[in-house]
């Protein structure tokens, strides 16, 4: 197979100054895509700072490619359209934006202010809303463009102690989900990518100091992610997601440690009974639930059309001419 490439493709990689975003970034460029760098560099103590954002750049212009840096934060609607601008400014188009750029801290519920709540949804929901609203007219316009929002496995699937940055990964994700019904005609896709990858968010999430000091779990846990668990390998599925041969939208994949596989959401076949009691619910709770035949839908005109089908089966008149058959 030809190396699938990207050039004359002009991408935005968020949170591309260190971890996963950093090797998108990398990876864009060596395929020869021009991409904006943009990080507004937090460091470990909470500042932020223009480095890792500039050096990613080095290392790009380095090897022989093409790259601006962009220091401004997604999360507020100027940051957002900074960006974009930093895209239009240096290379005169935009046809590819991966919302990457990321925090996490770890805490229960009742410990999450609003303060902190809001912090958390607007570098993972908010920004990559406003990213992509300030990218899409210029895709619209040139009828072309890959969105792809990185959203989490543990968000996806649920854990204790981050209600705040699961919660704004499922957004992120569903976001991703509903825009795959705006580009009308346009060949615009959008997708999310669920990640693993040995990075700082990830020490920081997942190793306590404690573990990280023990030597004898050092060894047989952090090392064996260090080595196993690579941002490179992440890198060739959300380049894929934003190549021009991409044939999903809409969808949810993941990848970490060479894994890769789709997240689907799925009905199951339910039960059915006009004038529903309580008691009915609690005697049907296992038919209700059962996992055994699961459906998926491309869209919501296919579920409501399976739903109004039962229904029918079970008594209610068809509507319209749709089943008078
Ligand atoms: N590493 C994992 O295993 C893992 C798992 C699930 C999801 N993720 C997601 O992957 C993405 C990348 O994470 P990572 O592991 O590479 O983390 P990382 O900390 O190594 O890199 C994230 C980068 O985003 C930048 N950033 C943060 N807020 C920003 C803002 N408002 N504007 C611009 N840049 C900002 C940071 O400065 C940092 O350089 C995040 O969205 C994260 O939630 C990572």
Redesign the pocket.
């Known amino acids: 197979m030809s190396e699938m490439r990207f050039d004359g493709r002009v991408a935005i990689v968020?949170?591309?100054?260190?971890?996963?975003?950093?090797?998108h970034a990398l990876l864009l460029a060596a395929r020869g895509a021009k991409v904006v760098v943009?990080?507004?560099?937090?460091?470990d103590d909470g500042g932020?700072g223009a480095s890792?954002?500039d050096q990613v750049v080095r290392e790009i212009v380095a090897a022989g490619g093409e790259a601006v840096a962009s220091?401004?934060?997604?999360?507020?609607p100027e940051?957002a359209a900074a960006?974009v601008a930093t895209a239009l400014d240096a290379f005169g188009r935009v046809d590819i934006l991966i919302?990457?750029?990321?925090?996490?801290d770890w805490a229960p519920f009742l410990e999450l202010d609003y303060q902190h709540f809001q912090k958390m949804r607007?570098?993972?929901y908010d920004?990559p809303w406003l990213l992509t609203q300030a990218a899409w007219p210029h895709m619209l316009k040139q009828n072309y463009g890959r969105v792809l929002f990185?959203?989490?496995?543990?968000?996806l699937a649920g854990t204790p102690n981050a209600a705040h940055?699961g919660s704004a990964?499922w957004a992120c994700a569903g976001l991703a989900r509903m825009l795959s019904f705006e580009a009308g005609s346009a060949d615009i896709k959008s997708n999310a990518l669920?990640?693993?990858?040995?990075?700082?968010?990830?020490v920081?999430?997942?190793f306590s100091p404690e573990a990280v000091e023990d030597p004898s779990l050092a060894i047989q846990g952090e090392r064996w992610w260090e080595r196993n668990?690579r941002?490179d390998q992440?890198a060739p599925v959300a380049a894929w997601l934003v190549h021009e041969k991409c044939s999903l939208n809409g969808e949810i994949l993941d990848t970490?440690a060479g894994h890769t596989f789709r997240h689907v959401l799925a009905t199951t076949e339910g039960y059915t009974k006009l004038d529903l009691s309580i008691e009915d619910v609690e005697q049907h709770i296992g038919e209700i639930v059962d996992g055994s035949r699961l459906n998926t839908w491309n869209n919501v005109g296919e579920a409501l059309e399976d739903r109004l089908k039962k229904l029918h089966e079970a008594g209610v008149e068809p509507m319209g001419t749709i089943y008078a058959d």
């Open positions: 968020t949170g591309a100054g260190r971890g996963l975003g950093r090797a943009n990080d507004i560099g937090i460091s932020s890792p954002a220091h401004d934060s997604v999360a507020t940051g960006i919302n990457n750029a990321g925090i996490c607007q570098v993972h920004g990185i959203t989490s496995h543990v968000g940055y990964k669920g990640v693993l990858g040995y990075t700082r968010l990830l920081d999430g997942f668990v941002a992440v970490g």
